[in-house]
């Protein structure tokens, strides 16, 4: 709290002050008091008032600086209940407790909130397992019953599946450490698993595949991992040329194993490269090329960092696009992520 404001807030009480002693003064005067008797009187009333203002302004200036650094070093502010003392004037009391019953009936509105966005969450995931089940059922009817319809709708079933996997991976991806385990895991074996999960679409596009110096061991969760790479996959399969060409490389150094997948795609624009990340974000391809949700490489950004893993992505238009993923090779950076 600054003099000039105290100052103000308290004009009234001066005004009457001065007033008082401009009347006493008189009054004296009228009775024949001597003149240096009223003036010691009238400097006496003037301390007196100087010393109620200090004592009044001093408890609040130390009080008010203390809350406003505080709060400045807050990153998180609503927590500055639980930083702050009561103070021992009555404005800060009144203050205080504002503070604290709006802190309260925050926190009583988060729980609602957190209550409420675990109880959707499990039933998103519960749906996602449910719905699973009639999406397999259909894939193996049409396997067993191959024609061009059936393989239409095997294609439109391996989308619906794909999105399914998404959504899912997308309401855990806010409870990740419960749901992640590290381990050591094999590039190689993990990125020919994924290659022949998506055979068929491989193989309708007559993609090359290419394997380069993969038989590598990195620290990290194999199963979010293997969505991740899932997802690179797919895009590159959406945003394909006449000829697909996807090559899988590695590069050891002495701290990291950089995991890189080049296509030979349509490339992201220059101007949107910077975004692809941001959650929604479609740019011009989603727009043109390919329906999307703009959620895909955002969550594979978000479980990366989650897990203490680098993602890093470059592109041109029409020669393609590069993914690194950087993994760590001590796995206890993992654990302090």
């Given at each position: 709290?600054?003099?000039?404001?105290?100052?103000?807030?308290?004009?009234?009480?001066?005004?009457?002050?001065?007033?008082?002693?401009?009347?006493?003064?008189?009054?004296?005067?009228?009775?024949?008091?001597?003149?240096?008797?009223?003036?010691?009187?009238?400097?006496?009333?003037?301390?007196?008032?100087?010393?109620?203002?200090?004592?009044?302004?001093?408890?609040?200036?130390?009080?008010?600086?203390?809350?406003?650094?505080?709060?400045?070093?807050?990153?998180?502010?609503?927590?500055?209940?639980?930083?702050?003392?009561?103070p021992?004037?009555?404005?800060?009391?009144?203050?205080?407790?504002?503070?604290?019953?709006?802190?309260k009936?925050?926190?009583?509105?988060?729980?609602?909130?957190?209550?409420?966005?675990?109880?959707?969450?499990?039933?998103?995931?519960?749906?996602?397992?449910?719905?699973?089940?009639p999406?397999?059922?259909?894939?193996?009817?049409?396997?067993?019953?191959?024609?061009?319809?059936?393989?239409?709708?095997?294609?439109?079933?391996?989308?619906?599946?794909?999105?399914?996997?998404?959504?899912?991976?997308?309401?855990?991806?806010?409870?990740?450490?419960?749901?992640?385990?590290?381990?050591?895991?094999n590039?190689?074996?993990?990125?020919?698993?994924?290659?022949?999960?998506?055979?068929?679409?491989?193989?309708k596009?007559?993609?090359?595949?290419?394997?380069?110096?993969?038989?590598?061991?990195?620290?990290?969760?194999?199963?979010?991992?293997?969505?991740?790479?899932?997802?690179?996959?797919?895009?590159?399969?959406?945003?394909?040329?006449?000829?697909?060409?996807?090559?899988?490389?590695?590069?050891?150094?002495p701290?990291?194993?950089?995991l890189?997948?080049?296509?030979?795609?349509?490339?992201?624009?220059?101007?949107?490269?910077?975004?692809?990340?941001?959650?929604?974000?479609?740019?011009?391809?989603?727009?043109?090329?390919a329906?999307s949700?703009?959620?895909?490489?955002y969550?594979?950004?978000?479980l990366?960092?989650?897990?203490?893993?680098?993602?890093?992505?470059?592109?041109?238009?029409?020669?393609?696009?590069?993914?690194?993923?950087?993994?760590p090779?001590?796995k206890?950076?993992?654990?302090?992520?």
């Open positions: 709290m600054k003099i000039p404001t105290f100052i103000k807030n308290k004009i009234w009480s001066i005004i009457t002050h001065l007033f008082l002693i401009t009347f006493i003064s008189v009054m004296l005067s009228i009775f024949d008091v001597n003149k240096s008797i009223i003036i010691f009187i009238c400097i006496l009333i003037i301390i007196t008032e100087i010393v109620i203002l200090l004592i009044e302004y001093i408890p609040k200036r130390i009080y008010y600086n203390k809350l406003n650094k505080i709060l400045n070093n807050l990153d998180k502010k609503f927590f500055i209940h639980e930083l702050i003392d009561e021992s004037f009555q404005e800060g009391i009144i203050l205080h407790d504002v503070i604290y019953q709006a802190a009936s925050m926190n009583d509105e988060i729980a609602k909130y957190k209550i409420s966005q675990n109880e959707y969450k499990e039933y998103i995931e519960t749906w996602i397992h449910e719905i699973k089940t999406i397999f059922c259909i894939d193996l009817i049409c396997e067993n019953n191959k024609n061009k319809m059936t393989e239409s709708i095997s294609e439109e079933i391996n989308k619906i599946n794909y999105f399914v996997e998404q959504a899912l991976y997308y309401a855990r991806s806010t409870t990740l450490e419960k749901d992640y385990v590290i381990s050591n895991t590039l190689k074996e993990t990125i020919k698993k994924l290659v022949k999960a998506h055979a068929k679409e491989l193989i596009y007559k993609a090359e595949i290419k394997f380069d110096n993969l038989d590598k061991n990195v620290y990290c969760d194999s199963k979010w991992t293997s969505f991740i790479l899932g997802q690179i996959i797919t895009n590159s399969i959406k945003y394909r040329k006449e000829t697909l060409t996807i090559t899988f490389s590695s590069i050891e150094n701290n990291n194993i950089i890189i997948i080049r296509d030979n795609g349509i490339g992201i624009p220059k101007k949107d490269i910077g975004r692809v990340f941001n959650k929604g974000f479609t740019g011009e391809n989603g727009r043109i090329y329906k949700t703009g959620i895909g490489l969550l594979c950004k978000n990366c960092n989650k897990m203490g893993l680098s993602l890093e992505i470059e592109s041109q238009v029409d020669k393609g696009t590069i993914v690194r993923i950087i993994f090779k001590d206890t950076i993992l654990f302090e992520s």
